[in-house]
């Protein structure tokens, strides 16, 4: 158990829906981060967070969204949903806002399917 | 950009193999480099690591070494068991500007090993 709690595990939803997945950090990790691994483009980095504040972005669509609370969870919105976002969602966290030797933990994902 | 390659799989093998997984990467400066693993079901799971050129990561019998000149990372274990059956990805930190890091995947390899 790596500390990282994702909701819900999974999810099915209709095209143009939006959902919003959820992340709890490991106690005491100010970071967090958003992945999306798909078949076809493995394991794309999203989104950090570090302590409340949007830290680096990646192959993040506008559709979607992030945003870390005062609590240190973090949310994703997945808006205007389309089937090509059906994939696994992963959040990660670390202490620190990720230096070179950052180990960052990762949660047992939300599996979206959008049919 | 940063880009790690690493060999596509899946890889079978049979218990007691001597397991090889090929990995290379692109980028500027001086990563960091991981490989992860992630068993069904779950998430991934940080194996071993390497932070310089010249570095031996080794974790429950696998062992990466970073080679600087050759831009490689790859992963071996000496005698395979059921239980090594997940996917493994190899990944590298590296410095993105300002104070931040980011965190880049392959694309993962099967690797399934039968009693």
């Known amino acids: 158990d790596s500390g990282v709690t994702q909701t819900p595990k999974h999810l099915i939803t209709a095209t143009g829906q939006r959902v919003t997945l959820r992340c709890s950090p490991r106690?005491?990790?100010?970071?967090v981060y958003w992945y999306q691994q798909s078949l076809d483009q493995g394991l794309q980095f999203l989104i950090q967070?570090?302590?409340?504040?949007?830290?680096a972005k990646g192959n993040i669509l506008e559709r979607f969204s992030a945003q870390q609370f005062p609590d240190l969870h973090s949310e994703l919105n997945l808006s205007s949903l389309e089937l090509g976002d059906s994939a696994l969602y992963f959040c990660?966290?670390?202490?620190?806002?990720?230096?070179?030797?950052?180990?960052?933990?990762f949660g047992q994902g939300t599996r979206l399917t959008v049919v | 950009g940063d880009s790690v390659t690493q060999m596509e799989g899946p890889v079978t093998l049979s218990e007691e193999a001597f397991l090889t997984i090929n990995c290379t990467y692109t980028a500027t400066g001086y990563p960091s480099l991981f490989w992860y693993v992630q068993y069904p079901g779950e998430g991934l799971q940080l194996l071993l690591k390497?932070?310089?050129?010249?570095d031996k990561g080794s974790n429950k019998g696998f062992e990466a070494t970073y080679r600087k000149e050759t831009t490689s990372f790859h992963l071996e274990k000496g005698s395979v068991q059921v239980s090594d059956s997940a996917v493994y990805f190899c990944a590298l930190r590296s410095y993105s500007g300002g104070s931040n890091y980011k965190l880049t995947f392959g694309k993962g390899t099967l690797l399934t090993v039968n009693p």
């Open positions: 390497a932070t310089k050129a010249d």
């Open positions: 967070y570090y302590n409340g504040e949007e830290r």
């Open positions: 106690s005491g990790d100010l970071s």
């Open positions: 990660a966290s670390s202490v620190g806002a990720g230096g070179a030797n950052t180990e960052a933990f």
